[in-house]
């Protein structure tokens, strides 16, 4: 059979490796990993390498994800905040989602009494990345309050987010505020809540050096299954595979050129003006995927003889000519990606995927 491009190849052996690997350091220190799938829409392989590798709680940002995930053998998280409209299949699809709002939160406990399910909350709080999460604490005192008093959910924990948006590390200190608030709760209303989920892949920089705060008890991660790597250090874990994800794509002109375009420069097809060097003439060759499909600063060529040159929205223009392959029309060049990349391609309908097991 005539495989089509451009393609994905997801190796799911390595994905599992880097799954297995990363549960094994996170349980020595008392840590569950919630494997975030976003990354790749909903994609029950991938999923499905996720618990193989030990996950026992899968993260979805999306409800049409978690839909397609409903027989996988695993708790399912929603990782962004529920719409308020969507609050039934939230409660049908996820086992918890992370929460700041107490009006979707009783709609949420609402919708659960209906099918009877106790459906788990995780009450994010804003420790200074300012993306999600209920900033002042007497605010969260007072939320916290009213969902205990709420019969269709239950108060699982506490849970925070960095560095998506602001930028800002998870550090010792802005963690302390989650440990402060979960005794505070704990102490005001008598309950016991059963995690600290303590951000994203990056806050394992904080594993790495040794300073992870024991009171964090959660972790959710998706960059660090699917990669190995902790990109706020640009590091890799030990171990791992960086090269799960390989985009193939077919070479659909190949001319020698020169390298810098000729006339008055301009904005580009995305508001940019672009900048080329002078290296005189080049071989390039388009290949048949784009900025509507990847993310081409996120991705790097196998062949380290081929550079990226830039792209449009349907092409990818690359510099072939120190390559060792004499490459031709029809041939196929191979890219490793990179997290944006990933989550661009697998979203894409018009990027094949094919899992390797």
Request: glycine fraction near 8%; charge should be negative.
């Amino acid at each position: 059979m005539t495989k089509k491009y451009p393609r994905i190849e997801v190796d799911l052996k390595k994905i599992t490796h880097n799954t297995k690997e990363m549960v094994k350091v996170f349980g020595e220190l008392g840590v569950e990993i919630v494997g975030i799938n976003k990354v790749t829409c909903g994609s029950v392989e991938v999923a499905n390498a996720l618990i193989e590798g030990g996950v026992k709680v899968i993260g979805e940002s999306r409800i049409e994800a978690l839909k397609k995930l409903k027989d996988i053998n695993a708790e399912k998280m929603l990782v962004r905040l529920p719409m308020i409209s969507n609050a039934a299949e939230v409660v049908k699809y996820a086992d918890i989602s992370l929460n700041s709002e107490i009006k979707t939160i009783r709609k949420l406990s609402e919708e659960a009494l209906k099918i009877g399910k106790k459906h788990k909350i995780v009450l994010m709080i804003d420790v200074g990345d300012l993306r999600e999460g209920i900033f002042d604490e007497e605010d969260a005192l007072k939320t916290a309050g009213h969902i205990i008093e709420l019969p269709g959910v239950e108060l699982d924990g506490l849970g925070t987010n960095l560095s998506c948006f602001g930028g800002i590390m998870p550090s010792e200190e802005n963690l302390e505020k989650l440990n402060r608030l979960k005794k505070r709760i704990e102490e005001k209303y008598n309950i016991k809540m059963n995690t600290v989920s303590g951000g994203n892949s990056s806050t394992t920089h904080l594993i790495q050096k040794d300073k992870l705060p024991k009171f964090v008890n959660q972790l959710r991660c998706g960059t660090l299954l699917m990669l190995g790597t902790v990109e706020v250090t640009e590091s890799r874990m030990d171990n791992t595979f960086i090269d799960a994800f390989i985009l193939k794509s077919e070479i659909i002109e190949l001319k020698k050129k020169p390298s810098k375009p000729i006339g008055t420069p301009n904005v580009d097809a995305f508001g940019n003006i672009p900048e080329f060097e002078d290296k005189g003439q080049m071989t390039r060759a388009i290949c048949a995927i784009g900025r509507q499909d990847v993310d081409l600063e996120w991705m790097k060529p196998v062949d380290s003889n081929v550079e990226i040159l830039g792209g449009s929205s349907d092409h990818a223009i690359v510099d072939l000519t120190h390559a060792d392959n004499k490459y031709d029309i029809g041939d196929i060049l191979e890219f490793e990606l990179n997290y944006v990349a990933i989550l661009r391609g697998m979203t894409s309908p018009f990027v094949y995927k094919e899992y390797v097991k």
